[in-house]
T-cell receptor, first 115, second 114 residues
Framework: AQTVTQSQPEMSVQEAETVTLSCTYD???????LFWYKQPPSRQMILVIR??????QNATENRFSVNFQKAAKSFSLKISDSQLGDTAMYFC????????????FGTGTRLQVTL | DAMVIQNPRYQVTQFGKPVTLSCSQT?????MYWYQQKSSQAPKLLFH???????NEADTPDNFQSRRPNTSFCFLDIRSPGLGDAAMYLC?????????????FGPGTRLTVL
């Protein structure tokens, strides 16, 4: 079974600064997908960024980028130029390549962006 | 816009009184999921439907049932809610074979058990 670990329960960053959220995972599969989801206080889960394991290039979406280290099974999220609207719970998630596309979530990191 | 809709957004029920939560989607996705999310915890998958095929997670209590009458709708039935069932219930959908098999989430239904 896969496991996803987020070792930072809470983090804080000042507006306009950069913050990195950590995520490690464990799997015996060679091909899989990794995701970062954002859950703002209104609580709708929104996809932030995704990475395919067979792609070496790190995914980037505007201010969000990942550092994917497959050998180390690490998948960190970097948020540049943090904005107040980035305040949310962030979940790292793993998906294997089975037909049901089931997600395994980490325990989440609560990010607070301050003025 | 295509989306995942959950009704109601807030549901209050009494201990032991059956309750049904609803999810609908306009994405025409094959797979629908139900998650339970307790305060400050990760979502926990209860079960999912792949088309009409029902797949229960091994540790999902028997108290939880689900129905999917058609592609668009999926229901979560809690037969005898206990205080420990108070949580946010999230519905999600996906289309296997799509580029990333991404799951799309609804806004959730917050269940309170009195």
């Amino acid at each position: 079974a896969q496991t996803v670990t987020q070792s930072q329960p809470e983090m804080s960053v000042q507006e306009a600064e950069t913050v990195t959220l950590s995520c490690t995972y464990d799997t015996s599969e060679n091909n899989y997908y990794l995701f970062w989801y954002k859950q703002p206080p209104s609580r709708q889960m929104i996809l932030v960024i995704r990475q395919e394991a067979y792609k070496q290039q790190n995914a980037t979406e505007n201010r969000f980028s990942v550092n994917f280290q497959k050998a180390a099974k690490s998948f960190s999220l970097k948020i540049s130029d943090s904005q107040l609207g980035d305040t949310a719970m962030y979940f790292c998630a793993f998906m294997g390549t089975g037909t049901a596309s089931k997600l395994t979530f980490g325990t989440g990191t609560r990010l607070q962006v301050t003025l | 816009d295509a989306m995942v809709i959950q009704n109601p957004r807030y549901q209050v029920t009494q201990f032991g009184k059956p309750v049904t939560l609803s999810c609908s989607q306009t994405l025409n996705h094959n797979v629908m999921y139900w998650y339970q999310q307790k305060s400050s915890q990760a979502p926990k998958l209860l079960f999912h439907y792949y088309d009409k095929d029902f797949n229960n997670e091994a540790d999902t209590p028997d108290n939880f049932q689900s129905r999917r009458p058609n592609t668009s709708f999926c229901f979560l039935d809690i037969r005898s809610p206990g205080l420990g069932d108070a949580a946010m219930y999230l519905c999600a959908t996906s289309r296997p074979g799509s580029l990333y098999n991404e799951q799309f989430f609804g806004p959730g239904t917050r269940l309170t058990v009195l």
